[in-house]
């Protein structure tokens, strides 16, 4: 089946710092998101992106959806502490012939920590 | 608000047992989702429904089953649990229109088999 390659696995960077990362996929797809979950929480949505060469800011996060609709980046700006956590990103597979649209699938997520 | 509602947040259950996971949504999403998460693997899709007492198989359904009798209500079973089974679970919803309508999450419940 499709898979998401997201990077890095992990970060642990400074307070003030910004923050990179990406997914990237051998499929088309037709949506991208990116979630944030906290410890002991389910995964919260940050941003939606719908349309190739989309660029999409949520107050310090950034988001592209790539060109090709095989890839997307997150970064964060600025970092604080409480942006710590696990990051996923997550693509749409376009379903053909269906009044339904398609599952989502989600990459193995950046887990970021961030030093005060 | 959208609340997805998890029923328990922690499980222990042994080895062949039957489980039951329940979950609730609160605002008539048509769509319901269980994934279960693993350190990197991300989130795996076990099943979904997109309608009362429809079901589909996601990428690993094997062991699992599913039951939607209620638009809002959308079951995990575990016929007989094994120890690869021991994972978090996250139930979650979205509306038929789904670009309009990203998945929406419960906060999970972390089953443990022995």
């Known amino acids: 089946g499709q898979q998401l390659n997201q990077s890095p696995q992990s970060m642990f960077i400074q307070e003030g710092e910004d923050v990179s990362m990406n997914c990237t996929s051998s499929?088309?797809?037709?949506?991208w998101l990116w979630y944030k979950q906290d410890p002991g929480e389910g995964p919260v949505l940050l941003i939606a992106?719908?349309?190739?060469?989309e660029l999409t800011s949520n107050g310090r996060l950034t988001a592209q959806f790539g060109i090709t609709r095989k890839d997307s980046f997150l970064n964060i700006s600025a970092s604080i502490p409480s942006d710590v956590g696990i990051y996923f990103c997550?693509?749409?597979?376009?379903?053909?012939?269906?009044?339904?649209?398609?599952?989502?699938?989600f990459g193995q997520g950046t887990t970021l920590q961030v030093k005060p | 608000d959208v609340k997805v509602t998890q029923s328990s947040r922690y499980l222990v259950k042994r080895t062949g047992e039957k489980v039951f996971l329940e979950c609730v949504q609160d605002?008539?999403?048509?769509?319901m989702f269980w994934y279960r998460q693993d350190p990197g693997l991300g989130l795996r899709l076990i099943y979904f429904?997109?309608?009362?007492?429809?079901?589909e198989k996601g990428d690993i359904p094997e062991g699992y089953s599913v039951s939607r009798e209620k638009k809002e209500r959308f079951s995990l079973i575990l016929e007989s649990a094994s120890t690869n089974q021991t994972s978090m679970y996250l139930c979650?919803?979205?509306?038929?229109?789904?670009?309009?309508?990203?998945?929406?999450f419960g906060n999970g419940t972390r089953l443990t088999v022995t």
């Open positions: 979650a919803s979205s509306s038929l229109l789904f670009g309009n309508s990203p998945l929406h």
């Open positions: 499929s088309i797809f037709n949506t």
């Open positions: 992106l719908y349309k190739a060469g």
């Open positions: 997550a693509g749409q597979v376009p379903l053909k012939g269906s009044s339904n649209t398609g599952k989502l699938i």
């Open positions: 605002m008539d999403h048509e769509n």
């Open positions: 429904s997109y309608d009362v007492k429809m079901k």
